[in-house]
């Protein structure tokens, strides 16, 4: 199966390309905007997914598409709707989508792949929740799309996940949050991900030409549990109480300045490993949203058999204590 | 959903699978960890976040000796959280020895063991914020941690047993989100159950009969019921519930109320220890999760076996506070701000006796001319207690002298004299209020005198120092205080004779299929430990009981035929 990879130079879109060169069956090429893959290789294409006539020559001679864009709305929403133009334009039958969680907003519960959207949760649920829409229309005209709606994806090499909220633990800016940190983490192992992905290309056809899966490892825990076992595995001990107020100073009063320092730094083209991580409010808000992601339909369609969170723990642990190591 | 029970119809009858009552530790965490199996859960609570003297009035009582027993108002909370608004924090798990059958423990042994709650004790220990399950100081700092007292290794009396503190962890607040959002949970305030209503067979609980202080009254109709009222309240509704059993529920026996335990507490004697002060660690240890700890001196299960002892520990601490002649600042200004301290914390600041004004002079020459320590703890205890989310555990003093009294904390001794009983007079609902007569035996001050004969003679024969205490006083020292505030304990105790307990193995009152008892009002002895713990523990183990049986039940046709 000839597979093209968008968005391959992010943290998934890597991995992603790893499994797929490790499989018999598939001949996976990676796509990205950016001319550097995440660890600063370069082994992909230089593709615009907003530019329709670019990714339409591309998808050429493609049988599946796996679309792991991340970026700002207009590569996320547009970036989508493209997509599916370009897809319908070629031979190109079936496309993976990677969505998210973000998508449910601020529903809290137990929560399956009928719950409905809430798009006013934030730009990138109203992104993700527009490319969604648009890869519907796709199976409409006759495609096949299968969207998955990972949780937090996390495992060696997460910086989203696991490099700053070591970071954070470190600093002593986190740690056992009582019931601001209360949330399910509805943590996912970015191999189980992968694992996802590559069941999903290989299913076969559905009338409705749209199969949805939550991903989320079962025995995911609480944040507070978390960033507990986290700390105590890489030795960021004693872990600290953070009172609700100094969570909201951090987040709401240090957190905008230190994301405007970040960018300007970057703008300049400034190394800034010297800076505080900013803690987004919106990341604070997530600790203590009480949403729960059933993943029944994925164990049971696509066969996944969940990496235990314990060996991902360990996974992540090792993997920070190596960043550590290494300076 | 948290709504208030003035907003029902009166003389309406609400149902939900389990009706829950009480939302202390027992009661919030029995009714979310149900939600969470599923089951639509109605969780009554008798008062408001905040205390009120009308509905803690509810609460009102009398003892048989004051200076024994504080009157059951005090020591615990009629509000939304039960009482763990006040609690200290102090978390241990019992120890195996406490469940078994010991010939030198009248009515001792449980009909569940240790194994049959320690899976529930780390998820207890993450209810309560108390860290991991871990107990043991070799296990939790490395062996190569400083002990207790340096040098002292004996194969009979431990010193590597902790306790973890909790923040202390408000349950009102801490999981007011969980429960405000869960879709099964119903928690209703100002709920005061009044009586439980039986079936005319008196196997059944019909329903339950609601109060609010403002004049609405309703009924609860449920597949189960919980009590999780604490361990004073239990015994007072299933007696004042008779209107098919004329003894009670549960109580054709005479059991419920009886078999009352508290706690043997004290400050006793006089611990020198050779050599420096740094041999000692006397206060607490933070471990690698943040949970403030502390060592305390144990007995040897085999050792209690072998000497006939109920179990107990006992703490490095500081010596009576009443009297000045200590010249510690710390000491005398706590002394002279008792009357600011709550009841519950005060109580133990006294010793007693009556302060002249002189006295109080002497205690404010020892603050004036203690300037720095009194300094360093004011600060100290601003910033880690006062102001801190996890709060440090209590007042500990730098050691100076290494000279210790021990803090005791011992099992007491079941006997069914020792009593909770109902009086006439009613309280503003009509409910019977509660007389206390809580007794201790002279087996209770032996079983002490005798484990610190043995922490004395381990002392010296390991030649790290000596311990003296007044034999003859021993009694006078334990009781100072009375009963440890606030550990109800026994009065609906757990059991395989009917004619001795009132609940069995899994909580359910014995004549009763649908009544079950969450608290340590079910615990058949007291154990050294804390009890907020092992209620958690087994109130989670109830819940999985409850939903697992719930799955089974087969509706009654008068259950089923009610609607909210």
Known sequence: MKILVLGASGYLGMRLLDKLAATDWAQATGAARGRRNADGTTSHMRLDIRNLKALTHALNGYECVVNCVAGDFDSIANGAKTLVRAALDTKCRRIVHLSTMSVYGRTEGRVSEAALFDPQFGWYARAKCEAELHMTE?????????????????????????????????????????????????????????????????????????????????????????????????????????????????????????????????????????LPDALPPSVARLWAQDIRLISQAATDVLALNWIRYEASLGECADWLRGCMVSG | MITDANTVPRNACLYAEVCVIGSGAAGIALALTLSDKGKSVLLLEAGYDREDSRTQALYKGEVSNEKLH????????????????????????????????????????????????????????????????????????????????????????????????????????????????????????????????????GQQV???????????????????????????????????????????????????????????????????????????????????????????????????????????????????????????????????????????????????????????????????????????????WLTKHTYAERKFPSVILRNKTNRFALEINGEQIPQATSRVALIDATDELGVRRLRVDWRYSPLDIDSVRRTLDVFASEFERCNIGSFQYNRDALGEDLMRYGAFGGHHIGTARMGNDVRTSVVDANCKVHSVDNLFVAGSAVFPTSSQANPTLTIIALSLRLADHMARSLSDVVVSPTVAGLGQ
């Open chain 1, 138 to 274: 796709f199976a409409r005209n006759g495609g096949e799309v299968v969207i998955l709606r990972p949780g937090c994806v996390f495992g060696s090499g997460s910086e989203l996940w696991v490099g700053r909220i070591g970071r954070w633990l470190r600093a002593g800016r986190l740690g056992e949050l009582g019931a601001a940190g209360d949330g399910w983490s509805n943590l996912v192992n970015v191999d189980d991900v992968c694992k996802a992905i590559l069941a999903a290309m290989r299913l076969p056809g559905t009338q409705s030409g749209t199969l949805v899966f939550n991903l989320v490892a079962p025995d995911s825990p609480r944040w507070n549990d978390y960033f507990l076992d986290l700390a105590l595995a890489i030795g960021a001990t004693p872990v600290r109480r953070i009172s609700a107020r100094q969570l909201k100073i951090d987040s709401l009063l240090a957190g905008p300045p230190l994301k405007v320092a970040e960018k300007l730094l970057d703008k300049f083209g400034i190394q800034h490993r010297w």
């Open chain 2, 70 to 201: 504080s009157p059951p108002d005090k020591y615990r909370q009629r509000r939304f959280g039960g009482s763990t608004p006040i609690w200290g924090g102090r978390c241990v798990p019992f120890d195996p020895i406490d469940f078994d059958t010991r010939s030198y423990v009248p009515f001792s042994g449980w009909p569940i063991s240790y194994k049959d709650v320690s899976p529930f004790y780390p998820a207890a220990n993450v209810w309560a914020e108390a860290g991991r399950c871990q107990y043991d100081a070799d296990e939790v700092f490395g062996l190569a941690s400083v002990p207790m007292i340096r040098g002292f290794v004996s194969p009979v009396v431990y010193t590597n047993s902790l306790e973890r503190f909790s923040c202390p962890t408000n349950f009102s607040k801490r999981y007011r989100n969980r429960l405000q959002r869960a879709v099964n949970v119903r928690v209703m305030l100002g709920a005061n159950c009044t009586a439980i209503r039986l079936q005319p067979n």
């Open chain 2, 206 to 380: 019909q329903g339950i009969d609601v109060a609010t202080l403002s004049g609405n009254r309703f009924s609860v109709n449920a597949k189960m019921f919980a009590l999780a009222v604490g361990g004073l309240e239990t015994p007072r509704l299933l007696l004042a519930s008779r209107d098919v059993s004329a003894a009670g529920i549960g109580n054709e026996y005479d059991v419920v109320g009886r078999y009352y335990l508290c706690h043997i507490a004290g400050s006793v004697g006089l611990l020198t220890i050779k050599g420096s002060t740094n041999v000692v660690r006397h206060g607490y240890e933070v471990a690698p999760d943040g949970v403030y700890c502390r060592r305390r001196l144990s007995l040897a299960p085999s050792e209690q076996r072998r000497l006939g002892l109920a179990n107990m520990v006992a703490r490095l601490h500081f010596s009576g506070i009443a009297d000045p002649s200590h010249r510690n600042g710390v000491l005398s200004g706590l002394y002279l701000a008792k009357n600011l301290i709550s009841y519950e914390y005060g109580k133990r600041l006294d010793d007693g006796g009556t302060a002249t004004f002189a006295t109080y002079l002497r205690h404010l020459r020892n603050v004036l001319t203690d300037p720095v320590d009194t300094s360093a703890f004011l600060l100290h």
